[in-house]
């Protein structure tokens, strides 16, 4: 299946509605961090997320990904509804930045927006775990329905959390 750019720009509003979207569709998403071997590995995670598009979620610092991130910040993270089918108009969104364990104002910040979206949540109650904050550079966004089918666009995100259009790429069947 070859792949085509195209010259298909997207305004930073209509690609901020769409992600929008796209991550509230979800509750979980795939965390991906890398090893100190330089491997992949991924683990699966609750989240919130703010109006910059940064991720936040809880985990035990001594999980293997937690551990990743101590030595190197480098992380993605994709978030898809897990109710699609296989041949309908499919949707997903794939971040791509670093990530930290939150401290102080980011700490309180994501505690509230991790709050807001599970109402369950006590931040005083799991004391084990800790508060991760994943900022992304880029998001790469995939809404069949609202950019067509095999589309592809790719953002960057500035430091005010706008998302600036970079490139469209059409997945062309054979």
Request: charged share 25%; hydrophobic share 35%.
């Amino acid at each position: 299946m070859p792949v085509a750019r195209s010259e298909q720009r997207y305004p930073a509003q209509r690609l901020t509605r769409i992600a929008g979207a796209l991550l509230d569709a979800a509750p979980l998403c795939a965390i991906a961090t890398v090893t100190r071997t330089g491997r992949a590995y991924v683990n699966t995670a609750y989240f919130a997320w703010s109006p910059r598009f940064e991720i936040v979620w809880l985990s035990a610092p001594e999980a293997r990904h937690s551990r990743n991130l101590e030595r190197q910040r480098s992380a993605a993270i994709a978030v898809f509804d897990t109710h699609q089918t296989w041949g309908g108009r499919d949707r997903g969104i794939q971040l791509f930045g670093t990530a930290s364990e939150a401290r102080g104002t980011a700490k309180r910040d994501g505690e509230r927006l991790y709050a807001r979206r599970f109402k369950q949540y006590d931040p005083g109650s799991l004391e084990a775990y800790r508060l991760y904050r994943f900022r992304p550079r880029t998001v790469k966004l995939f809404h069949e329905q609202l950019l067509g089918g095999g589309t592809f666009v790719t953002a960057r995100v500035d430091t005010t959390g706008r998302l600036r259009w970079m490139r469209t790429e059409v997945y062309e069947a054979d």
